[in-house]
């Protein structure tokens, strides 16, 4: 069960981004640069994909006594850990994606519910 549990929260798509975008950002940022960094992510997402990251020891945060308090994220090496089997997920999809976007349009060319919303099969 918590393996499960853990592959879960590893495999969730904002988990990913994240983890690669402090990679990206030299291992550390703040929470302006994060959200700017991952596209389509909502405030509210990040605060809570950073927060988990946080509690599986994947990140940590920093508080900076300022004001306006000023907080950042670092990646562990916990967190480093997954950017290798991450990478080779990221390569494999950029390598393959035309393949399974060829793959798709054959499909919806093909499948009776596409035709039925009024798709044209593709030859």
């Known amino acids: ?3 499960r ?7 969730d798509k904002w988990t990913i981004f994240v983890v690669l975008s402090l990679d990206l ?3 550390r940022a703040r929470f302006s640069e994060l959200e700017r960094a991952v596209p389509g ?7 809570s994909t950073l ?3 946080e509690r599986d020891g994947l990140a940590i945060r920093e508080l900076f006594p300022a004001a306006p308090p000023r907080v950042e994220y670092e990646i562990t090496e916990l ?3 997954l950017l290798r089997p991450t990478q080779g997920r990221v390569d494999r999809a950029k390598a393959n994606w035309e393949q399974v976007r060829d793959a ?3 499909y919806d060319a093909r499948s009776p519910l596409a035709l039925q919303r009024g798709a044209a099969p593709r030859v």
């Not at 549990?5 to 495999?11: H, M």
């Not at 992510?41 to 605060?47: K, N, P, V, W, Y």
Request: glycine content about 14%; aromatic content about 0%; cysteine-free.
């Open 51 to 53: 927060k988990n990251l």
């Open 5 to 11: 549990e853990l592959l879960t929260k590893i495999g």
């Open 104 to 106: 798709q349009s054959n």
């Open 79 to 81: 967190g480093k850990s």
């Open 41 to 47: 992510i909502s405030q509210r997402t990040l605060s």
């Open 1 to 3: 069960m918590a393996v």
């Open 25 to 27: 950002l030299g291992g």
